[in-house]
Every structure is written in C-alpha cells, then in structure tokens.
C-alpha cells in the first residue's frame, strides 16, 4: 500500500484534457509544497514532469500542469497527444524522518 | 551530457548481500544529493535512500533501515548501495537518481539512470 493515493487509471481523448489526482495526509502532502509528478513510459526510467506543486522542468510543455488543495495533489493533462499515454507517479517530501513517498502510480491511456 | 549509469545487480539468495554502483557523468557530482529509488516488477515507484552533498546527510525508508547503506565517492563520481539480509520483496529495479539544484527537497530527482536489476531469490 503506498503513502500517496492515486487513480489506479485515467482516460481521455486526444485534445481532451485529464487530472489526475494524489492524495496524501496532513504527515505529507498537506503540510509540504514538495510534490513531484513523473511520467514513466513502459520500459524507460522515470521523467521529472512537475516539480514544488506546479513548477515545470525545462523541456515540459506547458500542457502539463500541476496545483495542489489541502491534502490532495493533481496534475493536469491538457491537449491529450498519444505520447501522453504512460505510467504517472506523484511524491511528497514528508519530512526529516520519511523524507520522500510515492503514490501507486495512475495509468493514463489515450483513447 | 548527464548520465547515471548503475551496475551491480544480480540473482542473490534471501539473506544474501550485493553492492550497487552509479557512475556519474556530464555534472559535477559532488555538489548534487543523489537517491535511490526502485520499482518492483508491474509495481510502483518506492524511495529508499538520500545521500547530501558535501558533508552528507544520509536518510533511509524504513523498509531498508539498518540493512542497506548508501555512500558515495566525490573523487569517482560514484554512488553505493551496500545492501545486505536481502529479502524476496527487495526485488526490483533499482534506479540512481539527481536532484536537481532548483529542487528545495529530495522528493525531486531530475535525472535517472536505467536501472540495475536485483532479484532475491532461492
């Protein structure tokens, strides 16, 4: 059972646009502004997709998106492209003694 | 260019030890906290361990406290994971990961390698 929760799957269009959501606790999540989305394609490490709540790396496109609300965290997927489809994990810092979890991950498919 | 490049991973027996290695490159290695995170085969992501820059703050997940130990080597531009009393569940891609400068906590890694696989197994 992982600390985050997340979706087990999401589904949309292309052009539509998806949240997923990752909800945490007030350990986590609730407290910090440290959460992290990746995106995971079958078969490739993980890409830093959101980072700090709502910040993009360089290279992300500005389709994606991210916010967070008391406990609960999202990403927001806009313009859906077939690329999009993949694995997607959330992580929180939870402080000095966890220091990092993860959500179980949320399969996106493009329909 | 950045590149984490992990080895080291095998078949071991339950109680077992084995020692990962990731080289580093394309980055000055010794100014950046590394982690290790790893996924269990179909499963999700699972973070296991931090090490800091300079003089290192070392942080564990509880699943590994006390039989796993993360170091790293500035000089090399390498980072370990001795683990050792290996179990069944510690089966799973293990991946060397950076966080980023901009990233004010470890739960931000910027760039992984490929992954090294351990399986436990009798």
């Known amino acids: 059972q992982s600390a985050l929760t997340q979706p087990r799957s999401v589904s949309g269009s292309p052009g539509q646009s998806v949240t997923i959501s990752c909800t945490g606790t007030s350990s986590d999540l609730g407290t910090y502004n440290f959460v992290s989305w990746y995106q995971q394609h079958p078969g490739k490490a993980p890409k830093l997709t959101i980072y700090?709540?709502?910040n993009r790396p360089s290279g992300v496109p500005d389709r994606f998106s991210g916010s967070k609300s008391g406990n609960t965290a999202s990403l927001t997927i806009s313009g859906l492209q077939a690329e999009d489809e993949a694995d997607y994990y959330c992580?929180?810092?939870?402080?000095?003694?966890?220091?990092?979890?993860f959500g179980g991950g949320t399969k996106l498919t493009v329909l | 260019e950045v590149q984490l490049v992990e080895s080291g991973g095998g078949l071991v027996k339950p109680g077992g030890s084995l020692r990962l290695s990731c080289a580093a490159s394309g980055f000055t290695f010794s100014t950046y906290t590394m982690n290790w995170v790893r996924q269990a085969p179909g499963k999700g992501l699972e973070w296991v361990s931090s090490?800091?820059?300079?003089?290192?703050?070392?942080y564990y997940a509880d699943a590994v406290k006390g039989r796993f130990t993360i170091s790293r080597d500035n000089a090399k531009n390498s980072l370990y994971l001795q683990m050792s009393s290996l179990r069944a569940e510690d089966t799973a891609l293990y991946y060397c990961a950076r966080v980023p400068l901009h990233c004010t906590t470890t739960s931000c890694s910027d760039y992984w390698g490929q992954g090294t696989l351990v399986t436990v197994s009798s």
């Open positions: 992580s929180s810092y939870a402080g000095s003694y966890t220091l990092v979890v």
């Open positions: 700090d709540v709502s």
């Open positions: 090490i800091s820059s300079g003089d290192p703050y070392i």
